[in-house]
C-alpha cells in the first residue's frame, strides 16, 4: 500500500474558478503534512504546510483530518498561473523522511 | 548559485553499463535525500542521508543501487548494470536536519535525466 495516495486528475477549470485537491495517507502516525507545487519539467517547490488548524495562505487553504487521514488543498479565484502538478508530501513521526504522492495535475483555462 | 547542484543535467548510457550522478547540497544542510521520478509520478523516496551516513535506504529498489555521502556534504548515486526500467528523472534534495527548525521545506535540485537505451 503507497503511502500517500492522490487522484491524479487532470482538473481543467476555468480561470476564476475554486478546486479542490484531497490526499489520503496510510500511516496513522505520520506527523508532518505538506504541499508542494510542480511546474511542468521543474523540480518540486513547498506551497504550505498544513496544520491541525488548518491554515491559509492568500488564495490557498489547507486543512488535515486526522481521524480519516486524508489532506487537502482548496485553491480559490484560480489564476492562469496555478496551472501545475501538486504534489501532497507526508513526514511520519520518526526520522526525516518525506513521502510523495503521484501529484494531482491541474490546468487553469483562460 | 546557493542552491541544489546536480550533475550531469542528462545522461544517456546503454544497458548494462555503470552510471553516476551527483548532488551538492546546500551549505549546511546536514540531511540529503535522492529521489527518483518517472513521467506522471510522484518523487520515489530512494534513500536519505544524515550527515555522512545513510539514515533510511529503504527505497533502493535493489542492490544495483547505491549511494555515498563520505564527507556529509556532495553525494553521489550509483547504479550498476543499469536497465532501461531506470530510466527516470534523478532528484536530489537537501534540508535543514534540526527536527524543530524543519519546515519540511526539501530544496531540489534541477535533477538529472537518466535515459538508458
Known amino acids: 500500500r503507497k503511502e500517500v495516495e492522490q487522484d491524479p486528475g487532470p482538473f481543467n477549470v476555468p480561470e476564476g474558478a475554486t478546486v479542490a485537491f484531497n490526499c489520503t495517507y496510510s500511516?496513522?502516525?505520520?506527523?508532518?503534512f505538506f504541499w508542494y507545487r510542480q511546474d511542468c519539467r521543474k523540480e518540486p517547490k513547498l506551497l504550505m504546510s498544513?496544520?491541525?488548524s488548518g491554515n491559509e495562505d492568500g488564495r490557498f487553504t489547507a486543512q488535515l483530518n486526522r481521524a480519516s487521514q486524508y489532506i487537502s488543498l482548496l485553491i480559490r479565484d484560480s489564476k492562469l498561473s496555478d496551472s501545475a502538478t501538486y504534489l501532497c508530501?507526508?513526514?511520519?513521526?520518526?526520522?526525516?523522511?518525506?513521502?510523495f504522492g503521484t501529484g494531482t495535475s491541474l490546468t487553469v483555462i483562460p | 548559485g546557493a542552491g541544489v547542484s546536480q550533475t550531469p543535467s542528462n545522461k544517456v548510457t546503454e544497458k548494462g553499463k555503470y552510471v553516476e550522478l551527483r548532488c551538492d547540497p546546500i551549505?549546511?544542510?546536514?540531511?540529503l535525500y535522492w529521489y527518483r521520478q518517472s513521467l506522471g509520478q510522484g518523487p520515489e523516496f530512494l534513500i536519505y542521508?544524515?550527515?555522512?551516513?545513510?539514515?533510511?535506504d529503504s527505497g533502493l529498489p535493489n542492490d544495483r543501487f547505491f549511494a555515498v555521502r563520505p564527507e556529509g556534504s556532495v553525494s553521489t548515486l550509483k547504479i550498476q548494470r543499469t536497465e532501461r526500467g531506470d530510466s527516470a528523472m534523478y532528484l536530489c534534495?537537501?534540508?535543514?536536519?534540526?527536527?524543530?527548525?524543519?519546515?519540511?521545506?526539501?530544496?531540489f535540485g534541477e535533477g538529472s535525466r537518466l535515459t538508458v537505451l
Open positions: 498544513v496544520y491541525s
Open positions: 551549505s549546511g544542510h546536514t540531511a
Open positions: 500511516n496513522s502516525a505520520s506527523q508532518s
Open positions: 542521508f544524515q550527515g555522512t551516513g545513510a539514515a533510511d
Open positions: 534534495a537537501s534540508s535543514v536536519t534540526d527536527r524543530d527548525a524543519n519546515t519540511g521545506e526539501l530544496f
Open positions: 508530501v507526508v513526514s511520519p513521526n520518526t526520522g526525516n523522511q518525506f513521502y
